[in-house]
T-cell receptor, first 110, second 112 residues
């Protein structure tokens, strides 16, 4: 069964304290992996798409990487405005059905 | 370019009633997906439509249904509402159901 697991569930960082969020997945075939950011009361906001192992994408303080079994979202020198829930989703082969993890709630303290 | 819009933003319904939610995708996007988001379960896939055809359905009871119109706008309907249907319902659009999806702000449904 296709499955996505994110860890940790919650993370508190001091401003400037870099860290990584993990997304482990089990799918029969991966067509794509997506990272989203969700603020309270809003819909998820698209961040990155990764298609193959070894691929990396960067945007400001965020960098996403992909291996055959997991993806990492690295946050470098975070700021309080980076506080949000970060969601990972996989797109299994042969479907149009995206499977989401339950997310990591990130809180960055000033 | 305007984003995904969903109406209404908030709804309060009584158990046993039915509800219809609406989603207008980004212009040019022909695929619309619906998700249910709850604190315990996260985002759960409901169904995906492309060119008025449902291509995938999630593991939800038949009380949950949807449709897509020729202009790509989509509606979802929930009949015989239960307390457990209280959730944020999110709509997402993409060009052809391939690649990244763009989400609307959601409809917050409360069933009392």
């Amino acid at each position: 069964e296709d499955q996505v697991t994110q860890s940790p569930e919650a993370l508190r960082l001091q401003e400037g304290e870099s860290s990584s969020l993990n997304c482990s997945y089990t799918v029969s075939g991966l067509r794509g992996l997506f990272w989203y950011r969700q603020d309270p009361g809003k819909g998820p906001e698209f961040l990155f798409t990764l298609y193959s192992a070894g691929e990396e994408k960067e945007k400001e303080r965020l960098k996403a990487t992909l291996t055959k079994k997991e993806s990492f979202l690295h946050i470098t020198a975070p700021k309080p405005e980076d506080s949000a829930t970060y969601l990972c989703a996989v797109w299994p082969s042969g479907t149009y059905k995206y499977i989401f993890g339950t997310g990591t709630r990130l809180k960055v303290l000033a | 370019k305007a984003g995904v819009t969903q109406t209404p933003r908030y709804l309060i319904k009584t158990r046993g009633q039915q509800v219809t939610l609406s989603c207008s995708p980004i212009s040019g996007h022909r695929s619309v997906s619906w998700y249910q988001q709850t604190p315990g379960q996260g985002l759960q896939f409901l169904f995906e439509y492309f060119s008025e055809t449902q291509r995938n359905k999630g593991n939800f009871p038949g009380r949950f249904s949807g449709r897509q119109f020729s202009n790509s706008r989509s509606e979802m309907n929930v009949s015989t509402l239960e307390l457990g249907d209280s959730a944020l319902y999110l709509c997402a659009s993409s060009i052809e159901g391939a690649g990244e999806q763009y989400f609307g702000p959601g409809t917050r449904l409360t069933v009392t």
